[in-house]
């Protein structure tokens, strides 16, 4: 029962749960990704068309009801879209049975890695929240979508797949990804399959859209 209108939160696919160490206690958190309930211009939600749709993420402590964090990072590409995030996965990098991380992708094709206990990007630059891992947007590649699907956790490595949305177009080129995520940020692609595989067996139609979450 824990309001979330004043934090701006849209709609959401679900919650992944998790416990994780804060000081000497261990706290049991829900953890979700929602959309945006309203735009925002320079952070204040926007009553009418101007400013952006964006995702959010959240901690809700599950003892308390509280929110222990939030997130939220705006769309510069889509950003009239408000279709719903899928379900975050959680890392435990080393192994100890805690959540270190909360790992997924966005609307941008962008994908986050917050810490868990706080909620800000391991990727920090001046202080800002940035993506482990931004898909190439109108630069030297094609912009190739929207990880609408939630991504699937192998150690270390995060594996996504791009064009799982209503809004995504039927002429681009989507695919699923494998990167490395490591503890200071910095973010290894370990392979792309696309359009090819590297011995050129076809694999994705430009256009078709991958629905449903990688299995390892």
Do not use: C
Not at 11 to 38: C, E, F, R
Not at 121 to 148: C, H
Not at 163 to 192: C, H, M, P, R
């Amino acid at each position: 029962n824990t309001p979330g209108s004043y934090l701006n939160m849209g709609n959401s696919k679900g919650v992944a749960m998790g416990s994780v160490a804060v000081g000497d206690s261990i706290k049991n958190y829900v953890y979700l990704t929602a959309s945006y309930n309203a735009r925002l211009t320079g952070g204040v939600p926007s009553t009418d068309s101007q400013g952006n749709y964006g995702i959010n993420a959240y901690a809700i402590d599950m003892l308390t009801g509280n929110i222990a964090w939030h997130f939220n990072s705006d769309y510069a590409v889509n950003n009239n879209v408000t279709e719903t995030p899928a379900i975050p996965a959680l890392l435990d990098i080393d192994e100890n049975g805690d959540t270190d991380y909360v790992v997924f992708g966005d609307m941008d094709g962008r994908l986050w890695t917050l810490d868990a206990k706080e909620g800000k990007s391991i990727k920090q630059l001046a202080s800002t929240d940035y993506p482990v891992y931004p898909l190439p947007v109108n630069g030297s590649l094609p912009y190739i979508g929207p990880i609408g699907s939630s991504v699937a956790l192998y150690g270390n490595t995060a594996i996504f797949a791009t064009g799982g949305t209503e809004f995504s177009s039927n002429t681009d080129q989507y695919g699923v990804y494998a990167t490395q995520i490591f503890k200071n940020g910095a973010v290894n692609l370990l392979w792309a399959a696309t359009d090819t595989d590297t011995d050129g067996t076809a694999l994705f139609s430009t256009g078709e859209k991958i629905w449903s979450s990688p299995q390892l």
